[in-house]
């Protein structure tokens, strides 16, 4: 213990614990952030490290190494170095071209594998490896972290049956960090902060309800949301993507006791006018519903604030709400004169098969869509702060994988389960289908009990 130790208060000299507020990867916030990149300009360090691995993790174990990307990449090397044991390359994502392959390095299928994680939080990101490992036909035996912030991510692990350990404990450093008098007030006043917050949110098995959501976003379209959601027992958003107005109003009139929002795309209806949506926006007044208008605004702030008010569709006039692409960066929300009932949904992850959002775009869109008072939530296929109201698309009760233009289809469970989703997406499953009433009814049930399990 006591060189465990030792070789802690090393690398935290390094500045591998940062004390603030932060935004992680997963969009949540924190005061603290750990970064062990420092680590690699330390050869002395990675050695050590290597060791103390290697003591909780016998050589014998594994024939394989591999780091999650990309801290722990220099960590993974060293080990593999010290144990001359193959080291192998996990990308990112692929390079698009060539070979396509997400592993690189020499390997055979059956072949076991160590797993290196730096800090793991959710184990979101480590499960997205594994899978990405496992496809390759290798084998996963072990999984070593070297910092756990004990937010769940190795129960996470552990309950999908993979063998995970840690070298460090966040509440044991800091609690060592503390008594060795390496932290000032202030830190140790944030410090207790991350821990209130995060037990708090294990004893709230980590959903919050909506009522709770609720009481943490102020937007009042947010809140009007909630209240139709809860008093319709819906969290289902119907997609009418059709091109005559008829037909969304027939649509509309069918299922709108079903839904808490109706969903459209105004430009693809070819015999649109103002006179369709005042019939529609009467419907969602007597069936109680919010009117979505999916433009995907995605230009500079000025351009995006001419076609929210000007041109044939005034969607100012009438939409509670709009989507918006955060691509020109956070002044592209900025002075949009967004009336006070209209609230913002920005595009964080979009739900399709290639995407090109990376995490480190993602994140940045979160943190966009947090500190625009205007956003009432975002679209992502992730857990997201509990700030935001979390929209998934691309629902079906059945996977369609490649099919039907790119869209990577979830059923409600995983999106509520996997996603910590609040409110569902569903378009041609309902429209498509030959009773869109009974189906809509079925998709309410599925998503309302989704949720409900998880309370
Ligand atoms: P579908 O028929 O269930 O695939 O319809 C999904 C709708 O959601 C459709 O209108 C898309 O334009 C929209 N969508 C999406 O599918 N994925 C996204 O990431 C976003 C919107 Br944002």
């Not at 990149?37 to 290697?54: F, N, Q, T």
């Not at 009814?441 to 409900?452: D, F, I, L, M, P």
Request: some cysteine; hydrophobic content about 40%.
């Amino acid at each position: 213990m006591e060189e465990k130790e030792q070789f802690f208060l090393k690398i935290y000299n390094l500045g591998i614990i940062k004390f603030g507020n932060f935004t992680l990867k997963s969009g949540m916030n924190s005061t603290l952030y750990i970064d062990f990149r420092p680590i690699a300009s330390r050869p002395d360090l990675l050695i050590k490290l290597s060791d103390l691995i290697l003591h909780e993790v016998p050589s014998s174990n594994f024939e394989l190494i591999c780091g999650v990307p990309y801290a722990a990449l220099p960590i993974a090397t060293t080990l593999s170095l010290r144990s001359n044991i193959p080291l192998i390359i996990k990308r990112k994502e692929n390079k698009g071209y060539g070979t396509k392959r997400m592993i690189e390095g020499i390997y055979k299928k059956g072949q076991n594998c160590l797993l290196i994680e730096d800090v793991i939080t959710s184990g979101d990101s480590l499960l997205r490896t594994v899978i990405d490992i496992e496809k390759e036909g290798l084998i996963i035996k072990d999984i070593i972290s070297i910092l756990d912030r004990e937010q769940g991510g190795i129960e996470n692990i552990k309950k999908r049956g993979y063998k995970i350990r840690t070298l460090f404990r966040i509440g044991e450093v800091l609690k060592m960090l503390e008594k060795k008098h390496f932290l000032n007030k202030k830190e140790i006043h944030m410090i207790q902060f991350f821990f209130r917050k995060r037990n708090k949110k294990n004893i709230q098995n980590k959903r919050l309800s909506y009522e709770e959501k609720k009481e943490i976003i102020s937007h009042p379209i947010a809140k009007k949301l909630i209240d139709i959601t809860l008093k319709k027992k819906t969290n289902l958003i119907v997609s009418a993507d059709l091109v005559r107005s008829k037909n969304i109003l027939k649509l509309a009139n069918l299922i709108g006791d079903r839904i808490c929002g109706l969903k459209i795309h105004v430009d693809i209806i070819d015999d649109f006018s103002l006179s369709f949506i005042n019939y529609l926006k009467n419907i969602s007044i007597e069936k109680k519903f919010l009117l979505f208008e999916d433009k995907k605004l995605c230009d500079v702030g000025m351009t995006n604030y001419l076609q929210l008010h000007y041109g044939v569709h005034k969607i100012a006039s009438w939409a509670d709400i709009i989507t918006v692409h955060l691509l020109a960066g956070s002044s592209s929300i900025k002075n949009l004169n967004i009336p006070s009932k209209m609230g913002l949904i920005t595009i964080s992850e979009m739900s399709s098969f290639g995407r090109l959002s990376d995490d480190n775009y993602i994140r940045k869109a979160l943190n966009i869509s947090l500190k625009n008072p205007k956003v009432i939530g975002t679209v992502a296929q992730r857990k997201v702060d509990d700030r935001l109201l979390l929209f998934t698309p691309g629902i079906h009760f059945y996977n369609y994988k490649k099919n039907y233009f790119g869209n990577n289809y979830i059923h409600p469970i995983k999106a509520f389960e996997k996603n910590g989703s609040d409110f569902i997406i569903v378009g041609k499953a309902i429209y498509q289908s030959n009773n869109p009433k009974i189906e809509a009814e079925k998709y309410r049930n599925a998503g309302w009990k989704a949720y409900t399990n998880l309370l």
